[in-house]
């Protein structure tokens, strides 16, 4: 689609949106779909089986892959924060002034996608990490957000595996010495999503795994259940899908799984690094390289490369994606808020201009207008894309599909007109959007 054309269609898809929501326990929401939403932390394509990985077993994840939709061209931000910001908002952070590292813009409390799911019906419920705010001196912060319920750790207040300290629905958790954070994370969302609601649910699970500790913690290593060693980021993996399967068996067990979408993806790349355990009483980091077609794959995370912002995006609603469907179209973070409320039969606000483009027909097998460029930026570095092409607003341009290192920028001469016409419409979206010169 011309850029011009899509920003006039986009206009009048907003000009025209109304809020009008189905009310709690009407007949409109109970139709609707139970969402279960998880955000593994640290995970590139690589790491996972069903994308060709060869490192790690992912038994439960590929699960979701064979019975849902895999994407293949999903992007994040290249770190957590404005990933998480995007996700929930369905704006890029430089639209919200670039939230500063651990807090969420005031002005769009009211417009998450669980508020907005809150208010049109759903029972909402949060577990894991929480990097939008210090929940010491916030704890309310996640129900101002739009979630009835909430167990969580806070950003870096203190340990998020072994030892945990939680924060449920507002309150310190206590005696959870010899626990394992993510286990009580999955404990919380499966005792919430086995409730017996009246209307859909949405359970996000942003999850811990696969992050590494930091060094500010008073307990800094992730031990396991019953382990006596330091965690690499292999256990890490094996962790991360162990608690996914957990989920999946309990959504069967309490006959929920025909009306429930699943959701998994994650909020950018792999890590470079990853502790390994202690030396000279210190704490060692080790790299984390990964095997995909036998090719050995560096971590990535904070690189504006595919390594740090390609991530894996498996959609499951039974009865409705088509089993082991593989699927090309672009998706950024911005898309899941209008997606979620498209599932929810929910319209968006229509005083806000969101950036996120709605997925939900691709998953329902429907025709709808699909996004022609998505974008990812950290700091003073921004990039915008097809799925074969990419343009810094440096004015570094390049064909990724066949330079995925980025070493061999295009040259405009040079160009064929099928890279001229992507050069234009990529041009054009990069001065759509209010970045600093």
Not at 214 to 242: A, C, H, I
Not at 415 to 423: C, E, P, Q, Y
Request: proline letters at 7%; aromatic letters at 10%; glycine letters at 8%.
């Amino acid at each position: 689609m011309p850029f011009l054309t899509s920003l006039l269609l986009t206009a009048a898809m907003a000009a025209t949106a109304s809020p009008a929501a189905p009310q709690k326990g009407s007949a409109a929401a109970a139709r609707a779909p139970n969402i279960l939403f998880i955000l593994a932390d640290d995970v590139g394509q690589e790491v996972l089986e069903c994308y060709g990985g060869s490192s790690y077993r992912t038994p439960h994840i590929n699960s979701l892959a064979r019975d849902g939709m895999k994407f293949h061209h999903a992007y994040s931000m290249p770190v957590c924060h404005p990933t998480r910001i995007a996700l929930m908002t369905g704006r890029y952070p430089v639209r919200l002034n670039q939230p500063a590292w651990g807090s969420f813009p005031a002005a769009a409390e009211s417009s998450t996608f669980s508020g907005i799911l809150k208010r049109s019906g759903y029972a909402t419920a949060i577990a894991g990490k929480w990097q939008l705010a210090l929940l010491q001196r916030d704890p309310q912060h996640p129900q101002r957000l739009g979630f009835d319920q909430s167990s969580l750790f806070a950003w870096h207040e203190g340990p998020r595996y072994y030892d945990p300290l939680i924060w449920q629905n507002g309150k310190l958790r206590k005696n959870l010495a010899a626990h394992y954070g993510p286990d009580i994370y999955a404990d919380f969302l499966i005792d919430f999503m086995k409730q017996k609601h009246e209307v859909p649910f949405l359970a996000y699970f942003s999850m811990a795994l696969c992050h590494d500790v930091t060094d500010d913690l008073s307990e800094p290593v992730p031990f396991g259940p019953g382990k006596t060693r330091y965690d690499n980021y292999g256990e890490m993996v094996r962790q991360m899908d162990r608690v996914v399967g957990r989920l999946l068996t309990a959504l069967e067990a309490a006959h929920l799984r025909d009306n429930t979408v699943v959701i998994f993806t994650t909020d950018n790349g792999t890590p470079k690094r990853s502790i390994a355990g202690v030396r000279n009483g210190r704490l060692y980091r080790e790299p984390v390289v990964s095997l995909r077609g036998g090719q050995s794959i560096p971590g990535g995370k904070g690189n504006l490369r595919d390594d740090g912002t390609r991530v894996p995006l498996l959609v499951r609603w039974p009865g409705v994606t088509p089993a082991g469907r593989e699927v090309n179209a672009l998706v950024d973070s911005s898309d899941f808020l209008p997606t979620l409320l498209e599932l929810a039969g929910v319209q968006p606000p229509s005083d806000i201009k969101l950036d996120g483009h709605s997925f939900a027909p691709l998953l329902k097998n429907q025709p709808g207008r699909q996004r022609s460029w998505c974008y990812a930026g950290l700091r003073n570095r921004h990039w915008v894309r097809t799925q074969r092409f990419k343009l810094y607003q440096s004015g570094k341009f390049y064909d990724v599909s066949k330079d995925v290192k980025e070493q061999h920028p295009l040259r405009k001469e040079t160009a064929d007109g099928v890279t001229k016409a992507a050069l234009q419409l990529l041009r054009g979206a990069l001065a759509g959007l209010p970045l600093k010169r």
